[in-house]
């Protein structure tokens, strides 16, 4: 049976911290996780031990559940974006939510997540938001009102309909 493994950990040199307040999730993502091959993984069950951990050393991604104790995911990442002294404010930020809406979803990219998944969800989902991490990397925007991944996908040309007065200057 072959593995969909990415090559020497590629996304997870430094370790993912995984931070959700039901230890159970949290042990079932580690699977997945060593399941695709990393080995670095740490958990923490509340807001104020992941942020500790955070502090503590670097790590390449972190998945948040939204229902953290102590704060939840989408204040946690405001929090962490704005954190200028945390040495992991710019990791990309991959949030679970078991029941997200669509404003629920706006407001974590809206707060500086980089994926999204919907809880349940399987291995290969959770691969998918760490490959698009690595093979689509965002630069980290830093404005008055956001601070986070820049949320535009992808790039698109718009010839010489350039109506900003920015882009026209260019």
């Known amino acids: 049976m072959k593995r969909n493994r990415m090559a020497n950990e590629e996304i997870t040199k ?15 993502v580690a699977v997945m996780l060593r399941s695709l091959g990393r080995k670095d993984i740490r958990e923490a069950y509340d807001a104020n031990k992941a942020m500790t951990e955070l502090k503590r050393r670097v790590f390449d991604v972190l998945i948040i559940d939204d229902a ?18 945390c040495q992991n404010r ?5 949030m679970m939510s078991a029941l997200p809406d ?15 998944l ?15 991490i690595e093979t689509n990397p965002r630069s980290f ?7 986070g991944p820049d949320r535009r996908r ?5 010839g010489e309909n350039e109506r900003r007065e920015a882009g026209k200057a260019s």
């Open 68 to 85: 953290l104790d102590g704060m939840d995911g989408v204040a946690f990442t405001r929090k962490l974006r704005a954190s200028t002294d």
């Open 154 to 158: 992808r790039t698109v040309d718009i």
């Open 14 to 28: 430094r370790g993912v911290l995984i931070a959700d307040h039901s230890q159970n999730m949290a042990a079932l």
């Open 102 to 116: 669509a404003k629920r979803i706006a407001e974590a990219r809206d707060a500086g997540v980089t994926e999204f």
């Open 141 to 147: 925007i830093e404005a008055e009102q956001y601070k």
């Open 90 to 94: 710019l990791v990309p930020i991959i």
């Open 118 to 132: 919907r809880k349940p969800f399987a291995a290969n989902h959770l691969l998918a938001r760490l490959t698009s």
